[in-house]
């Protein structure tokens, strides 16, 4: 079955300091693969995807995610984390499929960022 | 332009009431999701509606669910004899039939049933 786990629930860092964030999904086919963040109160924000090509993908906002298909993961990165980063972060599977595209979503990763 | 909006914002039920819930997506946008959003959960896909093919309804939990898209443009989700376990934050997404398949969030309706 289709899942996507992101093994913890709440990081903390210190503001100016790295973060990853983990995701590892579970697909049959070549996957697609989202990142998506979420501030309190708000919707759902694209911060980058993965088709197909060069596996490390840019984001907006300074965020970079590698995919790597030895070790079904896309885990998320910043070298440098800013407070307002703090918000949810949520890794997603879809598939292609003329156009549709139904996401699985993991459980999310709630961010908390130190001054 | 104008994102994807809902209404209303919030909405507090009692149990056992029916409730409307409102999507107005991009416009031009041919698809459209529901998504639910639980407490501490990730988000479960309700529906999803796509031009004039019927519904994908594979995500609905229960028969008291139901969803419609008048126009090929904006689309109610109902919920029927509402039952504490209903409350959650619903989300509607919108995309385009670009091969980029990027779904545009609207802020949600959180439902609260007491």
């Known amino acids: 079955a289709q899942s996507v786990t992101q093994p913890d629930i709440h990081i903390t860092v210190s503001e100016g300091a790295s973060l990853e964030l983990r995701c590892n999904y579970s697909y049959g086919a070549t996957p697609y693969l989202f990142w998506y963040v979420q501030s309190p109160g708000q919707g759902l924000q694209l911060l980058l995807k993965?088709?197909?090509?060069?596996?490390l993908v840019q984001g907006i906002k300074g965020f970079e995610a590698e995919f790597k298909r030895s070790q079904s993961s896309f885990n998320l990165r910043k070298p440098s984390v800013h407070w307002s980063d703090a918000a949810e972060y949520f890794c997603?599977?879809?598939?292609?499929?003329?156009?549709?595209?139904?996401?699985?979503f993991g459980a999310g990763t709630r961010l908390a960022v130190h001054p | 332009g104008a994102g994807v909006s809902q209404s209303p914002s919030n909405k507090v039920t009692e149990k056992g009431k029916d409730v409307e819930l409102r999507c107005d997506p991009i416009?031009?946008?041919?698809?459209l999701y529901w998504y639910r959003q639980s407490l501490g959960q990730g988000l479960e896909f309700l529906i999803y509606f796509q031009g004039n093919s019927a519904p994908d309804k594979s995500g609905l939990p229960s028969d008291r669910f139901s969803a419609e898209r008048t126009g090929g443009s904006v689309s109610t989700l109902t919920i029927q004899r509402t039952q504490q376990e209903d409350s959650a934050v619903y989300l509607c997404?919108?995309?385009?039939?670009?091969?980029?398949?990027?779904?545009?969030f609207g802020p949600g309706t959180r439902l609260t049933v007491t």
């Open positions: 416009s031009g946008h041919t698809a």
């Open positions: 997603a599977v879809g598939p292609f499929s003329g156009g549709y595209n139904k996401l699985i």
């Open positions: 993965y088709f197909s090509g060069d596996t």
């Open positions: 997404a919108s995309s385009s039939d670009r091969v980029d398949y990027e779904q545009y």
